[in-house]
């Protein structure tokens, strides 16, 4: 298993404003994926971040909306830039434990909240 | 397109069984996950299908059938505890996994 602090757990932000949620994993892991999840509705990936070589971006989201860091085996970072009540939605960060095959079961952070007003 | 489809909410009583169903076309299979997450908590994972047939695991089973693109999670001697929303996923050709909206299931005394 892995276990995945996430943070902030909540957040209320301005309009046009940027916020970095952080994921720190207690083991090195290979793959760490970055999902959103609005209120009824199910999860849906914004990017895969591998170390060591660019974020993979799924259709609907794009880097510059989303950069994504990921500087070593342990942690990375999502920001929502210059964000929009459309923003407001909970954020998720999820890993495939080490050894875990490609096909095993995902872990999760505890959640962003994230309010825009 | 990729689609998982389940209950949007479920009513159960304690003590009792309830069965929620997932069905799934997705571009190509690896295996079908079942997660519980608890309202404002993240998802935690119950049970996975890869083969056809039923997956015990103390109070909850879960059931595949591929060619029917058809799961079941079967949960026992509910408690109030077990209120939650369950997910359903499945892992498709590109090791991506697909998201069904998740079951609100309430648990009554």
């Known amino acids: 298993s892995a276990v995945i602090s996430q943070k902030p757990s909540r957040d209320i932000c301005q309009r046009g404003t940027s916020l970095t949620i952080q994921c720190q994993v207690d083991s090195q892991v290979t793959m760490m994926f970055w999902y959103r999840q609005q209120p009824g509705q199910s999860l849906t990936l914004i990017a895969t971040?591998?170390?060591?070589?660019?974020?993979?971006?799924e259709s609907g989201f794009v880097i510059d909306k989303f950069p994504i860091s990921r500087p070593n085996l342990t942690f990375s970072t999502l920001t929502v830039s210059n964000m929009s009540p459309e923003d407001s939605s909970i954020y998720l960060c999820?890993?495939?434990?080490?050894?875990?095959?490609?096909?095993?079961?995902?872990?999760f952070g505890q959640g962003t909240r994230l309010t825009v007003v | 397109g990729q689609n998982i489809d389940q209950p949007t909410e479920m009513t159960a009583t304690e003590g009792a069984i309830v069965q929620i169903n997932c069905t799934y076309q997705?571009?190509?299979?690896?295996?079908l996950f079942w997660y519980q997450q608890h309202a404002g908590e993240a998802p935690t994972f119950l049970s996975y299908?890869?083969l056809d047939g039923l997956e015990e695991k103390g109070r909850f089973s879960s059931f595949l059938s591929r060619s029917k693109g058809y799961s079941y999670l079967l949960l026992k001697e509910l408690q109030m505890k077990d209120s939650a929303s369950y997910l359903c996923?499945?892992?498709?050709?590109?090791?991506?996994?697909?998201w069904g909206a998740g079951t609100k299931l309430i648990i009554k005394p």
């Open positions: 996923a499945v892992r498709d050709s590109n090791y991506q996994l697909i």
């Open positions: 971040a591998n170390q060591g070589s660019e974020a993979t971006y």
């Open positions: 999820s890993v495939l434990p080490p050894g875990q095959a490609e096909w095993g079961e995902a872990f």
């Open positions: 299908n890869v």
């Open positions: 997705t571009s190509g299979f690896n295996g």
